[in-house]
């Protein structure tokens, strides 16, 4: 192999996602669901076991919060200042916990899934055939959709999170090994842009922080809390009214 190979073909290394045999299995498992669809990348992501997986309070996930993995459509870049657009733009690639033995462990502290891409950039969990082809992956994790108050988010990306390059012909070989993507690829130059990861924090509102993969969360606008204390006044002033 040659410079123009790597450089055309653009094969990813692989990294380590600490999730051992769990993480294998679900690598087997999804080989043999989706054997009917010709050569495909294996992604297997997560976090490792005994992470401490915590909202903005230091309290531990429950099962009401989503993980995926996916990429913003358009070129659209995610920051503090767009947040609202965030789910507009968003495109998954996986669920975890689509596939069964996948999902979000609260008990031993891990998440973990297995997805894959076909050769053409599209995978079978985004409707319409999105092309994922070379493009950032995130990790999006959440309990609510909308940028409101108490919604709880983490967005995160390490560098080598990204999409793998078509192979239509089959050539490249790229889709021999699975690639692997976890939490524990993120150093201190890779900050969340909302949340915190290993005690790197993003943008976001939190009480606690520390060595966790956490969620931050938001608090309402100073013109929206003028709403909440002009109301509470007016309710305090009638009261006081109807009862001298």
């Known amino acids: ?11 990813p290394l692989g990294h380590r996602a600490g999730l051992g045999l769990v993480g294998m299995a679900l690598v087997f498992a999804i080989t043999l669901c989706g054997a009917d669809k010709g050569q495909a990348q294996t992604i297997n992501w997560g976090t490792p076991v005994s992470s ?6 230091g309290s531990v996930l429950d099962q009401s919060y989503v993980f995926q993995l996916g990429a913003f459509s358009g ?7 767009n947040v609202e657009s965030w789910l507009t733009y968003w495109k998954v690639f996986d669920n975890s916990g689509d596939l069964p033995g996948s999902g979000y462990n609260e008990i031993l502290g891990y998440v973990t899934s297995v997805a894959q891409m076909y050769p053409d950039g599209t995978n079978s969990s985004t409707p319409g055939g999105y092309d994922f082809s070379e493009q950032n992956a995130f990790v999006w994790v959440r309990n609510w959709d909308y940028a409101v108050p108490n919604a709880e988010w983490l967005l995160l990306r390490a560098d080598n999170w990204v999409f793998p ?8 070989g ?3 090994m699975p690639i692997e993507w976890s939490t524990s690829d ?3 130059s890779n900050v969340p842009i909302w949340g915190s990861q290993g005690g790197v924090n993003g943008a976001g509102e939190h009480t606690v922080t520390g060595n966790f993969t956490q ?3 938001f608090i309402p606008e100073p013109s929206s809390l003028m709403l909440i204390g002009v109301g509470a006044l007016a309710m305090t ?7 001298p």
């Open 215 to 217: 969620t931050f969360t």
């Open 1 to 11: 192999m040659n410079a123009n190979f790597f450089e055309r073909c653009r094969c």
């Open 237 to 243: 002033l009638r009261r006081r009214r109807v009862n």
């Open 75 to 81: 070129g659209f870049n995610p920051t503090e200042s």
């Open 186 to 188: 993120l150093v201190n």
């Open 165 to 172: 390059s078509k192979d239509l012909d089959g050539d490249c």
């Open 174 to 176: 790229c889709y021999d």
């Open 52 to 57: 401490s997986i915590v909202n903005s309070k």
